[in-house]
């Protein structure tokens, strides 16, 4: 069962002092309590690492601090963090630094190891691909034409047929899915997709409708229709489908190897299509 987990990560990078005093600011930012005492100690620090020429706005270094959280984190490959998140740490807000290749990180615990909890969603969209247009602003002024048929709180069955008419995704027409997408959780699509995830992840009403672009598709027109399964179960289901499948591909490709198929033509020229059985 795969788990989320959400921290903070600083490195201290300061490149004008020594190792113990590189040490020393590490263990000082570790003893802090909370995310709000991680965020305070940062904002007194980063900006002793600049002159006043070149001093970052506040905005920036609101910025910088603010990139120091990752909010849903799954194990990934045994590092370090992995063995703090989803081994060593038993509180929220705990701490630890990790040295590597010099370079202190401090990381604490925001939010421990997790199931998903929350809902899916299920989600119909309609695609303008880029790659049907000569440039950007043609598939963007061919989107808001159709996006302007869209209503909230339109009936779904007159959104699928705006899909059956404007829709380009050739995946939808080919297994009559009328563009859903169905179960959709936060982790369903891939980092390119994720104006869709967030979008699906505000607060909607069904028969909401929006649109959004995404850098290697084009925009989609999204209707939204309503919460799905648990979003851990959808996961659950999603590994054990990927996993049954894996195994049947792999029984076949022994067979295939032990038992090779041959087939002759003359012989097939000569079994009758159908046999009566009386």
Not at 162 to 177: C, G, K, P, R
Request: proline residues 3%.
């Amino acid at each position: 069962m795969i788990k989320y987990a959400a921290y903070k990560a600083y490195t201290i990078y300061d490149s004008g002092i020594t190792d113990e005093e590189n040490k020393a600011l590490a263990e000082e930012l570790a003893a802090t309590k909370s995310p709000e005492e991680f965020d305070t100690w940062l904002a007194t620090y980063i900006p002793t690492l600049y002159t006043e020429a070149n001093m970052p706005s506040e905005e920036n270094i609101a910025k910088m601090i603010a990139d120091t959280m990752v909010k849903e984190y799954s194990f990934q490959s045994g590092t370090a963090l992995d063995t703090f998140l989803f081994e060593t740490a038993k509180n929220e807000n705990e701490t630890t630094v990790v040295t590597e290749n010099g370079r202190n990180t401090v990381y604490m615990v925001v939010t421990l190891p997790q199931r998903e909890e929350y809902n899916s969603v299920n989600v119909r969209h309609i695609l303008i691909d880029f790659i049907n247009y000569p440039d950007e602003n043609v598939a963007k002024e061919t989107a808001e034409n159709v996006f302007a048929l869209c209503q909230n709180g339109m009936k779904e069955e007159e959104f699928i047929e705006l899909v059956t008419i404007y829709s380009e995704d050739e995946s939808a027409s080919a297994d009559d899915s009328n563009g859903l997408l169905e179960n959709l959780t936060k982790h369903s699509l891939n980092t390119t997709a994720q104006g869709i995830t967030d979008w699906c992840y505000e607060e909607h009403r069904v028969g909401d409708v929006g649109m959004v672009k995404t850098e290697n598709y084009g925009y989609h027109i999204l209707y939204y229709g309503g919460k799905g399964e648990i979003a851990w179960k959808v996961t659950a289901k999603t590994m054990m489908d990927n996993e049954a499948y894996d195994t049947m591909k792999n029984i076949r490709s022994n067979y295939e190897s032990k038992y090779p198929i041959e087939i002759r033509e003359k012989v097939c020229d000569i079994v009758p299509d159908r046999v009566v059985l009386l």
